[in-house]
């Protein structure tokens, strides 16, 4: 069974980190790209980041670009999202899942909530 556990969400102030952890069991990790998204109340769900599976190139979309790093443990198959300088707006469910080739696997998790106070 397929299974991505995003996890290390929390209350956080204006300005403050977090650390978000993706756990993946059930797929050839290695062979992966993961990738992190989120959804806010009454929003569509937007991916933020994505880091490969081979050489680990990343992406990151403009609204976190240079806040926030991804990164990847193939020998924990878990993938980090570092998150600085938190604002407001980053409050939302974060989610992570897996690409294979240009396909994103229809496996989501119950994600983790992130709360921003200004």
């Known amino acids: 069974e397929v299974q991505l556990q995003a996890c290390g969400g929390g209350l956080v102030q204006r300005g403050g980190s977090l650390r978000l952890s993706c756990e993946v069991s059930?797929?050839?990790?290695?062979?992966?790209?993961i990738g992190w998204f989120r959804q806010a109340p009454g929003k569509e769900r937007e991916g933020i980041s994505c880091?490969?599976?081979?050489?680990?190139?990343?992406y990151y979309a403009n609204s976190v670009k240079d806040r926030f790093t991804i990164s990847r443990d193939n020998a924990k198959k878990t993938v980090y999202l570092q998150m600085n300088d938190l604002k407001s707006e980053d409050t939302a469910v974060y989610f992570c899942?897996?690409?294979?080739?240009?396909?994103?696997?229809?496996?989501w998790g119950q994600g983790t909530q992130v709360t921003v106070s200004s």
């Open positions: 059930g797929l050839i990790f290695e062979d992966h790209a």
């Open positions: 880091v490969s599976s081979s050489v680990g190139s990343t």
């Open positions: 899942t897996a690409k294979y080739g240009n396909i994103w696997l229809d496996y």
